[in-house]
């Protein structure tokens, strides 16, 4: 299974060989290495990882919790293929997606930030949500300004995003695994101005409306 792990670690030389080392005495298969995030001599990192099916994720986390210093934020399933550069992919079949472009968008995100689903929606209610988004999506109120990550009330850990031009939302979410880091936040924030300068996005969402 494919596995997204994050550490905060000390941030000095040696630090990250140790956690490479009881992943690979774990059997797993090390694929992809994010900095998240360096400052007061600490790290956070993100690692994707081949995991055997038999190793559980909580026997992970309870061997990377046994190396010094080092907390687990978090362990939880991903969907994403590493090394591919997913958003350049993303980005080129929304652009020839034509009307479907904010369906296309929405489908991607959970595979982009390996999350649970995502959703848009209007004055009126959800214009479009992901095939794992629940019946009744959770939309915090008031809408912010920006991009926000937070958690709301059960655990659900989200990013509000809104969408001006378009009088949409978004919401991305995730149960399993930690709350949304800034630099997920800003990594969406991107994908979503790139998306707002297509030309056949606002042709997309008139289409969803109309349904």
Not at 93 to 121: E, H, K, N, Q
Not at 174 to 188: D, Q, T
């Amino acid at each position: 299974m494919l596995l997204r792990v994050r550490v905060a670690l000390p941030d000095k030389p040696g630090s990250l060989a140790q956690i490479t080392k009881v992943l690979g005495a774990a059997g797993t298969d090390i694929t992809q290495v994010t900095v998240l995030e360096r400052g007061a001599g600490r790290a956070v990192d993100d690692l994707t990882v081949y995991c055997p099916d038999e190793l559980s994720k909580q026997a992970l986390r309870e061997r990377l919790e046994s190396v010094a210093e080092v907390t687990v934020e978090g362990v939880w399933s991903t969907r994403e293929a590493p090394g591919t550069y997913p958003e350049l992919e993303i980005l080129k079949y929304i652009t020839t997606a034509g009307d479907r472009a904010l369906t296309t968008l929405v489908d991607s995100l959970p595979v982009l930030f390996s999350a649970d689903w995502a959703a848009t929606a209007a004055e009126r209610g959800v214009v479009y949500a992901s095939w794992r988004a629940p019946s009744q999506v959770p939309l915090p109120q008031p809408v912010p300004a920006r991009p926000t990550a937070s958690t709301l009330e059960g655990g659900l850990h989200v990013i509000h995003a809104p969408l001006p031009p378009l009088a949409l939302t978004l919401l991305l979410a995730r149960s399993e695994g930690p709350a949304f880091h800034r630099i997920e936040v800003h990594r969406l924030t991107r994908i979503l101005e790139i998306f707002l300068s297509l030309p056949a996005t606002e042709r997309s969402v008139a289409r969803q409306l109309r349904k």
